[in-house]
């Protein structure tokens, strides 16, 4: 975790990079406004997204965010909820996943603009639930948490695994891990713990 | 400042398309690589982009049959998790997705995603060309329908127009004898190809009807030589021909009768593995791969001749 200096040190190098990009940014794009505004102008097309909405762990929210930034950046920058992390950012860690109507997916690929009128989930909401819950007691009686940074994103990858697959064997539930990466290789205790899940609390997620 | 559309049916997506020039995310898996940004600032999308991963329209999976050809057709908006637990998915194309990337990158991904990146490295594609894909490009004014290995002209590089997008991939719905499909990557799942290699073929009586094979990451699209695939079944075919045609001991020639498995099996195995060695060696002139940060030119080449080796032995 960041301490609060840290934190505040980092955002002021995000607003710094945020205005040195933006500047270029809008430099370039008015330069080619002046050529194609005036065909722009005459095709006027309906449908661009001013803003998205979704339901966020339950709760309705809307962001008028650029539809193609990163699921990821909106939840832990707008919503504060960084138990999604950027790992790798191209999708080979799983550090980021979360729940897309009920489906595990790389917040770090998925642009904002698809999520539109879907519904996710963060380890964060996971959490609060039953499944979720009963996902930790698993995860804490296997001894499958060591230095924890890959937890939220093997337990998404769980709930998606079982709530598609209640009876998964021991190499649909190693498939069902197999875009999650855990640095300290305690793979075979994450394993068990989800047939735990599967052979005992397999109607949890019927 | 780039603009997002989202249009509200398929209709709509092609009107946009003739007003605006967009970039199409569908899933936007590999889009979203390759505009990375910093952390929290938008990816660097050159123009506007239009989303058409919601389009309920072009999310299906079909199986239809014209003129005595069975085939499907598969949706642009079909992801591949989808289509990898389909019912009609063909068993070939099913063992390339179970090994492309990771369930939640193919919760997202696309097929027409995979194609329309034209990665050389594309792991659907050699199944794709084997099963003579067609993809059916849209525009307002109507449809086209281009075969796979000329939509596909060079890395990143594809035949579609501005004003076209990619409506639905149609493939032949072939039962193939034998289903052989192979990647080769740095780790099991979410690995980008250092070779792939995909091979059916079909036996009538023993005798080899129809064989097809396609690399992928071995040049700068898919590699399938339709020219050399009809040899190796017309070598194979004069070879048993020449084995059936032995006379017997009164000296009269009686091919229905004699069998190829009770002819001089030694000898046969012998021609046969002879056979097999020429076959992978006329390979060997169109598989030229390079070195690149995943692998090297002569690793990529003998790995990719040996599964063509172990394809053709299992035939």
């Not at chain 1, 661009?48 to 539809?67: D, H, R, Y």
């Not at chain 1, 001894?143 to 769980?158: H, N, R, Y």
């Not at chain 2, 569908?26 to 239009?50: E, I, Q, Y």
Request: net charge negative; aromatic share 6%; with cysteine.
């Amino acid at each position: 975790m960041l301490s609060g200096a840290n934190s505040a040190a980092n955002s002021e190098i995000y607003n710094k990079i945020k205005s040195e990009i933006s500047s270029k940014v809008s430099n370039e794009v008015s330069n080619e406004m002046n050529s194609e505004l005036s065909s722009k102008a005459n095709n006027t097309v309906k449908n661009s997204m001013s803003k998205v909405t979704f339901v966020l762990n339950g709760q309705a929210v809307e962001s008028s965010e650029n539809p193609t930034k990163r699921l990821l950046d909106i939840l832990r920058e707008d919503h504060g909820l960084v138990g999604a992390k950027e790992g790798c950012g191209e999708g080979e860690c799983g550090g980021c996943a979360v729940l897309l109507d009920y489906k595990i997916v790389n917040s770090c690929l998925t642009p904002l603009g698809s999520v539109q009128d879907k519904q996710v989930i963060t380890i964060e909401g996971l959490s609060l639930s039953t499944e979720g819950q009963t996902i930790k007691k698993a995860f804490e009686d296997y001894g499958s948490v060591q230095c924890g940074i890959c937890t939220p994103g093997m337990m998404i990858a769980t709930a998606s695994l079982l709530h598609h697959n209640q009876k998964p064997t021991e190499a649909e539930i190693r498939e069902g891990l197999s875009g999650n990466l855990c640095r300290c290789t305690g793979y075979n205790m994450i394993v068990k713990a989800i047939q735990y899940l599967a052979d005992e609390k397999g109607e949890l997620w019927c | 400042m780039v603009l997002s559309y989202r249009p509200v049916s398929y209709a709509d997506a092609l009107s946009i398309l003739t007003k605006v020039p967009v970039t199409i995310i569908a899933g936007g898996t590999d889009l979203m690589v390759k505009k990375r940004s910093w952390s929290n600032l938008a990816p660097t999308f050159d123009g506007d982009v239009m989303f058409v991963g919601h389009l309920e329209e072009i999310s299906y999976i079909k199986k239809l049959e014209k003129s005595n050809q069975k085939r499907i057709h598969i949706g642009a908006t079909i992801t591949l998790e989808e289509l990898l637990y389909h019912k009609d998915t063909p068993e070939i194309l099913r063992q390339a997705l179970g090994v492309m990337a990771s369930p939640a990158i193919r919760h997202t991904a696309t097929l027409a995603g995979n194609i329309g990146n034209a990665s050389p490295a594309g792991d659907s594609l050699p199944v794709l060309y084997i099963l003579n894909a067609i993809v059916v490009l849209a525009s307002s004014s109507g449809e086209r329908q281009v075969p796979i290995e000329d939509f596909i002209l060079g890395p990143g590089k594809t035949a579609i127009n501005s004003d076209e997008m990619i409506k639905e991939i149609i493939i032949d719905d072939c039962n193939f004898g034998t289903v052989y499909y192979k990647k080769v990557g740095g780790r099991k799942a979410d690995a980008i190809s250092k070779v792939c290699f995909a091979g059916c073929g079909s036996k009538v009586d023993g005798q080899i009807t129809d064989m097809r094979v396609a690399f992928g990451a071995v040049g700068p699209t898919v590699v399938r030589v339709r020219s050399l695939e009809e040899a190796c079944v017309n070598a194979h075919r004069a070879l048993q021909l020449s084995v059936s045609e032995k006379p017997s001991e009164d000296g009269l020639v009686e091919p229905s009768k004699v069998n190829f498995d009770q002819g001089d099996e030694s000898s046969n195995s012998i021609a046969r593995e002879q056979l097999d060695s020429e076959t992978v060696k006329k390979f060997a002139d169109y598989v030229r791969p390079i070195d690149d940060q995943r692998s090297n030119a002569i690793y990529r080449k003998q790995i990719a001749l040996n599964l063509l080796k172990d394809f053709i032995t299992k035939l």
